[in-house]
Structure formats: structure tokens, C-alpha cells
């Protein structure tokens, strides 16, 4: 071969290589294109890893319960998903208000817990502060007062609420809901369970709710009935009702143990409203509810005598029932060395309670334990006694949560 030849079969190989070079990088830039859009900026989001719980969930998600789950962000079961969690199951969740669990309309959740093995939702790491993460919230389409449609805290778009009190959600037995409550403002806050217009086509049995910011849990309107509830010291409220409810809950025990302080200047036993926030007092179908079997156990040191003013250390009102709520208490229980203002409460400024409730409290604190009265007001309200014999909610059915009594 000629050097001139040479030469010119080099430039040829030279020319080769560059093409092939030019090629590779147009491939490598379209492929740049196309994963990085201008929705996104030019960040495209890592893989989830496969313990990592965040996102939408659109389909039929089943957990494996081998595997310890971390909450990096919102999971929303979005309507026609299904999120499927194993007996066994941890999941544990990021500091944060935007670290919880949503159920859409027309989504499902099915957390299959047993009394061997419970499902634990909790903070991921040892000795949290209530209020470390947000908790469970689901939206159904069961009624609400005054026929309308209501918006989760988080966002208006996520509506609940509707025609169908038989809707479901899916089914919660043996859970436990633990460090729950996290807020973003003093008005927008999570609770440690959440029911939007949850139908009575929800099974919801065995739930655990330990220290938890705001209320342990709270019913915005709906139909659900839930059974067997153990919550513990609870900022707020342990049982809140509200915005036109109309189930039962069947034994419930809430506990607020020796040390426990509140941040909140009202907590109570049990607050119901017939309307949300007391703004619709003309709405049909206000809340009105039965519960079954309830105890409140309030272990704190005492106030002192004639001091209404510090609610670091005592309760509000046992059961609070008002502006326009109707409620059927049977079989309640009040113990405890903690300290109270009233027993029975069914005053407000917007509206008192339904004049037809009924309950019936049993009552072991002496009279320097009650601040206030014993039924507020006196007159008006018939049906509401404190009685003596009421044995309240058994604890034997919560030993599966390992507390211990």
C-alpha cells in the first residue's frame, strides 16, 4: 500500500469514529429531552426505592410485610386505587405535615391487621414528639350536614362527602396510629384519625392512637361505625364529632396518663358539633350519634383547688355537646385523679346541644377533682344523668396494643 493510500484510508477511519461519536451524543441528547421535560425543570425524580412509601397509588397496591416502610411524602390512594397492607406490617413516616396517608373518593384501603400481628403506623424514630407526622385521613361519600360537600385541610381539591351512607373505603382492623398530629398552621393540623363522609360500608374494629397532637380521632360527618378504640394521651380531644355524623361508636377508651400535659386550652373527652364550627345551625341532618361503652381515665396530678385557669393539667369538659349535636351515651365512665371543670357540658356560644340527647355518666372523682358542674346547665337537658354502676369499657379486648393498664 502507497503512503498516500495509508493516509487517506486513516482520514477514512478518522471519519468513522466521528460519525459514530456524533451519533452516540444525539442518541444521549434526545434521551436528555425526553426524560426532562419542562413540567419538571429539568429534574427528574429518582426511582422510589422499594421500602420507600410516596406518591400516587392508582392501582391495587399490596405491601410486603418482611419489608419496614418509610413515608417520604403524601401517599393518596386515588379513586378506583386500592392500597393493600399485610398482618405484621410497619410503616414508619418523615417528619412533616405533608408525610401522611390520604384515601380518595372511590379509593380503598385495607390494612388486615390481627391481634398476632397488628399493622403499626408510626414515626421512624425511637421516643418522637406528638405531632411528628400526619396520620390517616379518608374521604368517603357518605352524607354530611346539610347535604354538602366538604374539603380536607390539606386541599380543597380533595373533596368529601355525598349521597351514598353505605359507601366504603375499604376495611381498618388491628392498627396502630402513633405520633400523629402534625399541623402547618394552629387551624390546619392532622389528627391521629381522620373520617371525611366515610360510609358505613367501612369496617373499622381494634385501633390503637397513642400520643398524638390534636384529637385522637375525629368524625366529620359520615356514616362509619367504629369499634374498639384505644387512645392515649391525646393533646386535644380523644373522640371529636362533628359536621353531621351519624354512627356508633362501640367501646372506646381514652387515657390520659400521670405526667401527661396538654398544649391545648380546651381538651376534652368527647366534643361534638352538629354543624362544622358552629356556622350552619339551620342545616338538616346535624350530627347525631350513639356511643357504647366509654371510658375516659385521667391518671394526672391534680389542680390546685379553684385553679380553672392552668389546662395544662386538667380536662375542659368530660363530654362536651353542642350546637345543635344530638348524642346517645350509654354506659360512660369518668376515674381518675385528674382534675375537670364540667362533667357534662352542653353550653356554647354558638348554639347549645340537642335538648333530646341522652347520656348516662358514672362518675368516681370527688368533688375537689370537679372545678365546675356536674351537668352545664342544670335545667333543659333531661336526659343526661350521672348515675351510679357504670362499669364503661372493658380493657381486656385491647391486649393486643401491649399497654399496660
Excluded at 397496591?61 to 390512594?77: Q, S
Excluded at 418523615?94 to 397488628?118: D, H, M, R, S, W
Excluded at 354538602?148 to 388491628?174: C, K, L, M, R, W
Aim: proline share 4%; hydrophobic share 35%.
Amino acid at each position: 500500500m502507497s503512503y498516500t493510500n495509508f493516509k487517506n484510508l486513516n482520514k477514512m477511519k478518522m471519519n468513522l469514529n466521528f460519525l459514530k461519536s456524533a451519533s452516540l451524543a444525539l442518541i444521549f441528547a434526545a434521551a436528555t429531552l425526553v426524560s426532562c421535560s419542562d413540567d419538571d425543570g429539568g429534574n427528574t425524580p429518582l426511582p422510589v426505592s422499594e421500602d420507600e412509601l410516596v406518591g400516587s397509588i392508582e392501582g391495587s397496591k399490596t405491601l410486603d410485610a418482611n419489608i419496614t416502610y418509610t413515608i417520604t411524602g403524601p401517599v393518596i390512594v386515588e379513586e378506583g386505587g386500592v392500597l393493600n397492607i399485610p398482618a405484621g406490617t410497619t410503616i414508619k413516616a418523615k417528619k412533616g405535615f405533608n408525610n401522611y396517608i390520604l384515601v380518595l373518593q372511590g379509593g380503598k384501603i385495607n390494612v388486615n391487621g390481627t391481634a398476632e400481628k397488628p399493622v403499626t403506623m408510626t414515626a421512624d424514630i425511637d421516643n418522637a414528639e406528638p405531632g411528628y407526622w400526619g396520620g390517616l385521613i379518608i374521604n368517603g361519600r357518605a352524607p354530611l350536614a346539610g347535604g354538602t360537600v366538604g374539603s380536607t385541610e390539606i386541599s380543597s381539591a380533595h373533596q368529601y362527602g355525598g349521597n351514598n351512607p353505605n359507601d366504603s373505603s375499604g376495611s381498618i382492623t388491628y392498627l396502630t396510629l402513633a405520633y400523629t398530629g402534625a399541623r402547618s398552621s394552629a387551624d390546619v393540623e392532622h389528627n391521629g384519625l381522620t373520617l371525611n363522609g366515610v360510609g358505613n360500608g367501612t369496617l373499622i374494629e381494634n385501633v390503637y392512637i397513642p400520643y398524638g397532637a390534636d384529637d385522637g380521632i375525629e368524625f366529620f360527618g359520615g356514616t362509619v361505625n367504629v369499634k374498639n378504640l384505644l387512645v392515649v394521651d391525646s393533646d386535644d380531644d380523644m373522640f371529636d364529632f362533628t359536621q353531621g355524623y351519624s354512627g356508633t361508636l362501640e367501646n372506646a377508651y381514652g387515657i390520659w396518663q400521670a405526667g401527661f400535659t396538654s398544649t391545648e386550652s380546651d381538651p376534652r373527652g368527647i366534643e361534638a358539633d352538629g354543624n362544622l364550627d358552629g356556622n350552619f345551625p339551620d342545616q338538616e341532618g346535624q350530627s347525631d350519634f350513639v356511643i357504647k361503652n366509654i371510658t375516659f381515665d385521667l391518671r394526672l396530678a391534680p389542680a390546685p383547688d379553684g385553679d380553672v385557669q392552668n389546662v395544662t393539667n386538667k380536662m375542659q369538659d368530660v363530654i362536651k355537646i353542642r350546637r345543635g349535636a344530638k348524642a346517645t351515651i350509654t354506659n360512660a365512665l369518668v376515674k381518675g385523679t385528674g382534675t375537670v371543670i364540667d362533667l357534662i357540658d352542653f353550653t356554647d356560644g354558638k348554639g347549645t346541644g340537642n335538648p333530646t340527647s341522652s347520656v348516662s355518666l358514672t362518675s368516681t372523682l370527688n368533688t375537689s377533682q370537679i372545678l365546675g358542674k356536674l351537668i352545664n346547665p342544670n335545667e333543659g337537658f333531661d336526659g343526661a344523668a350521672i348515675v351510679s354502676g357504670n362499669t364503661g369499657c372493658s380493657t381486656s379486648i385491647f391486649g393486643w396494643t401491649n399497654y399496660s393498664f
